[in-house]
T-cell receptor, first 111, second 117 residues
Framework: GESVGLHLPTLSVQEGDNSIINCAYS??????FIWYKQESGKGPQFIID?????DKRQGQRVTVLLNKTVKHLSLQIAATQPGDSAVYFC??????????FGTGTSLTVIP | DAGITQSPRHKVTETGTPVTLRCHQT?????MYWYRQDPGHGLRLIHY???????DKGEVSDGYSVSRSKTEDFLLTLESATSSQTSVYFC????????????????FGEGSRLTVL
């Protein structure tokens, strides 16, 4: 099976600082990746995605970096806010087959 | 927010009883999925549907069945619930399978928490 993991299960950052959440994947054929945010008691919410023909994609306050050489994905959140506190996880997909999800990193923003 | 409604949101049942979870969408998306979420595991696919009456198994399908008689509804049934099926169940929808050059984004419902005693 696939292996999508996160380097750190928990992350605490000061409000206003930048956050970096990492994800390692094992399937070198994966060509589509998504970052999700999940708040307590809620369903996962799409943040940003990236395809394997790109190495960087930016959204509003978020940037996803993809390093296919080492099979690593990261999510950068700029100027982290209390509302960013949640569990973040990545998902990978190969050629439209099923998604495989990481277990998640819990981000806590300290006011 | 994508129009996805899961019901019930919370259920407690006893081992051996049947349970049906319902997912209703208003987006007219072709693909619908059932996942379970457990501590220490990422979301795991139970079953999915690629059209009315077209369904297939995911990686953890044992003990579960599904039905899709209408585009908007996808039912997950536990014929005889076991304690190992205690979990949070999420329905997701997508308008592509991910094969498209467009986004293959999954939209998730709010989850159904099932406890099997």
């Amino acid at each position: 099976g696939e292996s999508v993991g996160l380097h750190l299960p928990t992350l605490s950052v000061q409000e206003g600082d930048n956050s970096i959440i990492n994800c390692a994947y094992s399937n070198s054929a994966s060509d589509y990746f998504i970052w999700y945010k999940q708040e307590s008691g809620k369903g996962p919410q799409f943040i940003i995605d990236i395809r394997s023909n790109m190495d960087k994609r930016q959204g509003q306050r978020v940037t996803v970096l993809l390093n296919k050489t080492v099979k690593h994905l990261s999510l950068q959140i700029a100027a982290t806010q209390p509302g960013d506190s949640a569990v973040y996880f990545c998902a990978e997909n190969e050629a439209g087959n099923q998604f495989y999800f990481g277990t998640g990193t819990s981000l806590t923003v300290i006011p | 927010d994508a129009g996805i409604t899961q019901s019930p949101r919370h259920k407690v049942t006893e081992t051996g009883t049947p349970v049906t979870l319902r997912c209703h969408q208003t987006e007219n998306h072709r693909y619908m999925y059932w996942y379970r979420q457990d501590p220490g595991h990422g979301l795991r696919l139970i079953h999915y549907s690629y059209g009315v009456k077209d369904t297939d198994k995911g990686e953890v399908s044992d003990g579960y069945s599904v039905s899709r008689s209408k585009t908007e509804d996808f039912l997950l049934t536990l014929e005889s619930a076991t304690s190992s099926q205690t979990s949070v169940y999420f329905c997701a929808i997508s308008d592509t399978s991910g094969r498209s050059v467009n986004t293959g984004e999954l939209f998730f419902g709010e989850g159904s928490r099932l406890t099997v005693l």
